[in-house]
Structures are given as C-alpha cells and as structure tokens.
C-alpha cells in the first residue's frame, strides 16, 4: 500500500439491472481534503458505503488504511467518522445518551472534545433528538463523527439541505480537521463552490463511472473557455482536439477544452481559426461541460 | 483584514486572497510590520482549504509583499524595497488598463481621460489638504 487512506480498484456493483458503479478506480492520499462530485443518482452514496464495508466489492477491491473494510469493520470504522446524508440518529434518546452510547464504539473517544464542540454548537444535551431542529440534528451527527478525532473523515452531502450558519459550521470543521497533521477528509457534495474552497483533489463521479480524477489545482489549470473565429461560417461545430464541449454559430464558436495553451493555439492555427476570447472555468463550468459532453 | 472570496468566480482562490492582500498593502490599510493571521485562522475564517492560504502566503513572500520571521509568524515586508514598488506599479497598470478599456468602450478619446484624471475631485481634495 502506497500512502493512500483509500485504495479502490476496478470497482464494479450492480443493484439488480442497476450498474451504480463501473470499473472505478480511486485513491485518496493521506492528508488534506478529498471532494467527490457528481449529480444525484452518479453513486457517490454507494462508493462511500463501500469505503465504511456496508456494502462489499462486487468486482474489483477497497482498501481502507490497507484493510479490507468488509472484513475487518472494527479496526477501519474506528478510525473514520462518518457523517450520512440522511443524518439518521434514534430519535427517542437525548443527546448525551447518543453520545454515551457512540463513544463506546472508540477508544480514542476525547470527552473534552465533546464538550468543547456541544458549547461551539450551542447543544443542550439533555434535549432529545426528535426535539431538534433539522441543523441542531446536523450539529449532532457532525458532532458524534468528530468526537473521536478520526483520521479520515466521511461526510455524505454534509450541508445538503442547511441553513448557511450550520453550513459554516460543517466547512470549518472539515478546515480544522485538515489542519491537523495527517487527518483526511472525504466528502461528497453538488455544491461545487465548497469543493471549490475545499478540496485539495477531486474525483467527478457519472453515471457511476470516475470520468476525472486530479487535484483541483489542475483540474482548474487544465480546462479553458476559448472562443474561435473561423475564416468561414459552419452550420455546426468544427471539431476541435480535446473539445469536451461546445456551442455558437457561424464564423464565432466556443470550446470548452482541455489540455495546454501552446497546443490549443496551434490547434486552432490548423483549422485556420483565431482565438478571440479566453476565460478560465470554475468548478461548475468544468462539471457541467463533462457532464454535457460525456 | 477584510477578505472576501468568490468561489465559482473562475479566478483561483489563492490568486484571490493574494491580490486582496496586495490591495490592502498597497492602499495602506495593511502597514509594513503588521502580522498577518496564521494560515488556519485565516482559512477558517474564509472558510478554505489550508493549503490554498499557504500558498498564497508562500507567493507573497516571494513577490516580497510579506516576510516571514523566526516566530513562525508572518508579517507585511517594508513597502520601500525595489520588488514591493513593481507589485504596486503592476497593480496600478491593472487599473489603469480596466479603466482605459471601459473609457474607449464608452466612446471617450485618450486625452479626454487625461483631461479628466486631472481635474480629478480626489486631486482638488489632497491638493487642500497639502
């Protein structure tokens, strides 16, 4: 095992006729924050659930620290905190029985952590769960998947649905967990302008299959908005080397491309074009157009 | 130290809170010797990945905007080197440039913004001060 938290390899599943994953290969590196993006149905909720063993490997296998989580859950799940998408606590206990019972399950459970993390979210822990709010509930999961300071931190689409106060809250502790030394963090989002903040790496999920996979820095470095003028009008698209996108009309049309810039300009001196409009993609941009294009 | 980030904005975050710092530098709301927030602080504050703070910190160091001391600190340089002139000379030919485009754009000719640099408000406004 290289130094990867999480090592997936070739990964297939099938849900009856339903190919949720494909062929998916994945290796998230100590240290720093891990986003996985894709839209609804992609199966970012299915691979996570195969990093915590709730679901084996169909085909290909799943290494976490080393381990296989389906055969060893105790020594793997008690290094992750693991926040779902569903945020499903048993709602007849109060907060301090939650509390009581999950710190069983961790040896490294830190009791003033707790404490320290109730008063910053303003918890009372004598309330019970079906009594709180939807973000009080959130604060409470967030709570339970930090107390035991995890080494890699799971969070499942963790501000889907908040108010920005507790999306805050989410954000800053996925910050301070990567600031402390060696902590990973995975989490799964469609909000792209928090995977924007906060993602060292991304990995965009479609149609169950890994359609890219880099650091954000070159992912963003890599993708450009570029605009051509031809030396005559086209009905449609001229095609343009590592377009992944593209739409105009006439003598005007824009690419999304990828790849680097001396090779567009010579790209386009070859289809007897000039650029004559450059801008870089956020996130979103370079989702949508993968998405479009695929 | 106000900062603002604008995540979706195409322009990279470092890029961002570089520049942002450059600003306040330049326009002397940020004084040579000031401490700049730790790394963590500011990228909880911005709600950031770390590592994009420390990076910008890292660029501003080598552009000599900042300096970093022996308490692991870092602190805004003394604006009267060589390298914090050009940044500021950079800075201003961006506005310069963003202000000559959108007169042309409007229609007016070289001269006439000139002319109207000159007669300037802020101009009449320092000119009584002094």
Redesign the interface.
């Known amino acids: 095992m290289g130094d990867y938290i999480v090592d997936i390899e070739n990964l297939s599943r099938t849900f009856g006729n339903t190919q949720a994953l494909q062929d998916v290969t994945l290796r998230v590196p100590r240290g720093g924050v891990f986003g996985l993006i894709g839209s609804n149905g992609a199966g970012k909720t299915t691979l996570i659930k195969h990093i915590l063993g709730s679901h084996y490997a169909q085909r290909g296998s799943v290494r976490v620290f080393g381990l296989d989580p389906v055969k060893e859950p105790v020594k793997v799940l008690g290094r992750i905190g693991y926040m779902s998408e569903n945020r499903d606590v048993p709602g007849w206990m109060r907060i301090q029985e939650l509390i009581d019972f999950t710190s069983t399950f961790y040896p490294s459970w830190d009791p003033g952590y707790v404490k320290e993390l109730l008063e910053l979210f303003e918890l009372d822990s004598k309330q019970r769960i079906r009594n709180l709010s939807r973000g009080q509930t959130a604060r409470v999961c967030l709570l339970l998947a930090l107390a035991h300071r995890p080494e890699l931190l799971v969070l499942d689409e963790p501000s889907s649905g908040l108010d920005p106060v507790i999306r805050r809250d989410i954000l800053a502790a996925i910050v301070r967990t990567t600031a402390e030394d060696g902590r990973t963090v995975l989490f799964s989002s469609h909000l792209l302008d928090e995977v924007e903040r906060l993602a060292d790496r991304i990995a965009l999920l479609h149609q169950g299959r890994v359609i890219l996979e880099d650091s954000l820095e070159s992912v963003l470095e890599s993708f450009h908005r570029i605009t051509l003028r031809f030396d005559r009008s086209y009905s449609v698209a001229p095609l343009f080397d590592g377009a992944i996108d593209s739409r105009g009309q006439g003598y005007e049309w824009t690419y999304v491309v990828r790849g680097d810039k001396t090779r567009l300009e010579q790209t386009a001196q070859s289809l007897h074009a000039q650029i004559v409009g450059e801008s870089p993609l956020s996130l979103d941009d370079i989702f949508v157009s993968n998405i479009h294009g695929s | 130290m106000q900062i603002h ?1 604008q ?7 470092y890029l961002q809170v570089m520049q942002q710092i450059k600003y306040l530098v330049a326009s002397g709301r940020l004084k040579p010797g000031e401490e700049l927030p730790s ?2 602080v500011l ?2 504050q ?6 994009t703070i420390a990076r910008a910190y890292r660029e501003l160091e080598s552009a000599g905007v900042v300096e970093k001391r022996r308490t692991a600190g870092t602190y805004i340089a003394d604006t009267g080197s060589p390298l914090a002139r050009k940044e500021r000379l950079k800075l201003l030919k961006q506005q310069i440039d963003g202000l000559l485009v959108e007169a042309f754009q409007m229609g007016f000719e070289l001269d006439e913004v000139l002319k109207l640099v000159q007669q300037s408000e802020i101009l009449s406004e320092t000119s009584k001060k002094g």
């Open positions: 980030i995540a979706q904005g195409g322009v990279p975050i790394i963590r990228a909880e911005l709600l950031v990945n770390p590592n």
